[in-house]
């Protein structure tokens, strides 16, 4: 059974940056599927964020945080990465790292039903 586990998340300023780790494990799953980044602010829907496929090299990012984030992984430390910057007050949201059925990323979209195992979530705030 995949198990996926946020971390990272944490109360920052207007215009910081933060690094999220999504831990997935068993590790060689990084091969065999894509993985998404989403995230949810308070009475809103879940968002997609970025995907990133190891195995393909393909990448997709959403417009919710296009140009202000970069999306990545490491197949030796069984990790997903999401880099952000410029955070703004709208950016506070939990973030979820969820594991695609499919191994690639879609180069059009970015939904939450292409996806199958989701973790519990880190939480990001920015301060206004």
Known sequence: QV???ESGGELVQIGGSLRLSCLVSPGDTL?????GWFRQAPGRGREGVACVSISTGTKYYADSMRGR???SGDNAKNT????MSGLRPEDTAVYY???G????CSSARLETTDF???GQGTQVTVSS
């Open 97 to 99: 790292c969820a594991k």
């Open 80 to 83: 997903v990465y999401l880099e």
């Open 116 to 118: 199958g195992t989701w």
């Open 3 to 5: 198990h996926l586990v």
């Open 69 to 71: 984030v970069t999306v």
């Open 31 to 35: 091969n065999y599927h894509s993985f």
């Open 101 to 104: 059925f499919h191994r690639w």
